[in-house]
């Protein structure tokens, strides 16, 4: 996480956001959007991580099968019955660390997006609130403008003052 006092606070940091395109594509031409198919790389970097998984998961079951088939086709012994739990304890053990490694780092990765997520949407609540900031002084500059004119030409401006909620001794 970085420090408030350290993010970009310029108006372009804010306005790279994606937006969609709503404007109509050309004639003869078919919209990006449809002429691509989901090939997130978001998408595809999280199927490819499930898919790792499974065939580590797959790799450690055939392995038991075969150790189990091979117990079963050549006498369960006692020596046997060792010697499959020497070869199922590590496989086992080698599946439960691998899916405890990429589910640390993947909750590594999805922290890490939901903290870029928020540094944006704090960029774009603070590109907002400057102009909502502008947009008062404008019309606080507007209405101290139209109450000097009509108090130029001796206009009564209490019920403009009462119309835009001032205190009294605000003009």
């Not at 790279?16 to 970097?45: C, H, I, K, W, Y």
């Not at 949407?121 to 603070?126: H, V």
């Not at 206009?155 to 003009?171: I, M, S, Y």
Request: no cysteine; charged share 20%; hydrophobic share 50%.
């Amino acid at each position: 996480m970085s420090d408030a006092y350290a993010r970009p606070t310029g108006d372009d940091a804010a306005t790279t956001t994606a937006l969609p395109n709503f404007a109509p594509a050309p004639p003869g031409q078919v919209p990006r959007e449809a002429a691509t198919p989901s090939t997130d790389p978001v998408e595809r970097r999280k199927w490819s991580s499930d898919l790792r998984f499974m065939l580590v998961v797959l790799a450690a079951i055939v392995a038991l099968f075969l150790a189990f088939a091979l117990l079963i086709a050549f006498s369960p012994t006692g020596p046997a019955i060792s010697a499959l739990a020497i070869i199922a304890a590590p496989i086992a053990t080698m599946v439960a660390a691998y899916y405890g490694i990429s589910l640390a780092l993947r909750q590594v990765r999805d922290a890490r997006n939901a903290a870029e997520a928020s540094e944006a949407r704090a960029r774009a609540a603070e590109v907002s609130a400057r102009e909502s900031d502008a947009w008062a002084a404008q019309m606080e500059s507007g209405l101290r403008v139209a109450v000097a004119k009509l108090k130029a030409v001796s206009q009564d401006t209490r019920d403009v003052e009462r119309a835009a909620g001032t205190p009294d001794e605000f003009f």
